[in-house]
């Protein structure tokens, strides 16, 4: 008996993030905080794609670091697994199943039209099959947990509009099984990095969330400037130090601080002591809830594993219906031990 989904009740929320090292200002203001945020709207789920980064990352070790990085940066940052399920890709072999499923109804000009792909192999990264197939899995893991929102930064649109396409093709075909999901474009906002560019992993000019100390200290100091000599007036529109600060600020403190800078009341290295006492203070919850995290490997794998169990009951809920659909034998339940 194929188990009946409603589709009712509030909205799901699903979005993957890929352990691909350590988390900088620009990931977290343009999407950590707002998924975290999300969790007051619906049901999150949120998984860390350790089968996508195999894309990418060919290491057991560097993989096995990332993965529970990324899972004690969103837990300290205010993911609460009570309101979210948060778990590992792989958790649920089932979407895999689906990959396969769905890639039967994708057209290969689909998947050459996919932007990302050719910005990767312009990178250097190898041209794999995974990489080339990597929207399929996407769509798999989006369509196996009947996601309706799916917050994503831009370079992730086209992957989602594929998802909206292969969910159509697969009902048209088979019958109404998927729900179509709509993507929530994250804030549009460009961080700007210690050397002006957008602040990424790839440019070498990330200030990291969990830094602290001598190391932030040190990155902060770094951010580049021009040369004006304390004493002469500043301009904040074009200053990076000014624009992170802005990052942290309520509106007063930012007018505050650009009259300082106009006024020539205040220089870059101040300016810069500023920007990380602002950072120190907003990241002081979150840096004592790691470290304490971090000493505790038991708690966050039982958080992962149980956001599993929950992630995998839905998931199989849907396979039962993709099955039948397609005329695939139910899969005989695992015998209880
Ligand atoms: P990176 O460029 O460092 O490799 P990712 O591509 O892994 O970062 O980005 C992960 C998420 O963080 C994406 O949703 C992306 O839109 C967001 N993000 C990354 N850098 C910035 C930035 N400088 N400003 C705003 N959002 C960013
Ligand atoms: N491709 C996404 C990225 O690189 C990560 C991801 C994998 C994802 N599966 C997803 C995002 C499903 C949203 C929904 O950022």
Redesign the pocket.
């Known amino acids: 008996m194929i188990k009946e989904i409603t589709d009712k009740g509030p909205p799901r929320i699903?979005?993957?993030?890929?352990p691909s090292g350590k988390l900088h200002l620009g990931n977290y203001f343009g999407a950590v905080k707002q998924h975290i945020a999300l969790q007051a709207e619906g049901v999150c789920f949120y998984f860390i794609?350790n089968y996508?980064a195999m894309t990418t990352i060919q290491d057991a070790a560097v993989m096995r670091d990332n993965t529970r990085d990324v899972a004690l940066d969103y837990l300290a940052l205010g993911l609460d697994p009570a309101r979210a399920v948060f778990f590992r890709q792989s958790d649920v072999p089932e979407v895999t199943e689906l990959a396969w499923i769905l890639a039967t109804v994708t057209n290969m000009g689909l998947l050459e039209r996919a932007v990302s792909f050719k910005e990767k192999i312009d990178k250097g990264i190898e041209a794999s099959v995974g990489l080339f197939t990597y929207p399929v899995?996407?769509a798999a893991?989006?369509l196996i947990y009947r996601s309706n929102i799916?917050p994503?930064?831009k370079d992730?649109v086209q992957?989602l509009e594929m998802t909206q396409d292969m969910a159509g093709k697969f009902n048209r075909a088979y019958g109404k099984v998927f729900p179509i999901p709509s993507f929530r474009l994250d804030k549009e906002s460009k961080v700007p990095g210690t050397d002006g560019q957008k602040m990424s992993k790839s440019y070498g000019n990330t200030i990291d969330i969990f830094a602290e100390g001598k190391p932030l200290e040190k990155t902060v100091m770094g951010i580049k400037t021009d040369s004006t000599p304390l004493g002469q007036p500043l301009d904040p529109e074009t200053c990076n130090v000014f624009a992170l600060h802005g990052l942290f600020a309520d509106d007063a403190e930012k007018a505050a601080l650009a009259a300082d800078y106009r006024a020539g009341r205040i220089g870059y290295g101040n300016a810069k002591k500023l920007l990380k006492g602002k950072i120190d203070a907003y990241f002081a919850e979150a840096r004592a809830k790691r470290k304490q995290l971090a000493k505790d490997p038991a708690t966050v794998e039982d958080i992962l594993r149980e956001g599993g169990k929950k992630a995998r009951a839905e998931a199989e809920k849907t396979m039962e219906l993709v099955r039948a659909a397609v005329g695939l034998p139910a899969v005989p339940a695992a015998p209880l031990q």
Do not use: T
């Not at 699903?14 to 890929?18: A, D, I, M, P, R």
């Open positions: 699903l979005s993957g993030v890929q794609a996508h899995l996407m893991d989006i799916v994503v930064g992730q992957h």
